[in-house]
């Protein structure tokens, strides 16, 4: 453990920011893993949850708790999926 004051306030922000770091990252995987299954089963709200995810990854890359060209990566995939499902 650190022994210095300045250390142990840095410690304690890491810990914080890893807690909310940690929740963004569980809500795009959950954003994801909805949106994907949505594309699969063609249902009619997969644009609209592509759209969410979308946001979520942009913000999640300005921020840096995602690299930037990560999220782009998953945001161009879900997009061709998104296309390559039939339209009703």
Do not use: C
């Not at 161009?76 to 296309?83: A, F």
């Amino acid at each position: 453990m650190a022994n210095h004051k300045s250390a142990l306030k840095r410690h304690r922000q890491s810990l914080d920011r890893r807690a909310r770091n940690r929740t963004v990252k569980t809500r795009i995987r959950t954003l994801l893993k909805q949106a994907r299954g949505a594309i699969d089963a063609g249902a009619p709200n997969a644009a609209e949850l592509v759209r969410d995810v979308t946001s979520l990854l942009d913000r999640a890359a300005s921020k840096k708790v995602v690299p930037e060209k990560r999220a782009a990566r998953l945001k161009s995939r879900l997009g061709l999926g998104l296309q390559r499902t039939p339209k009703a």
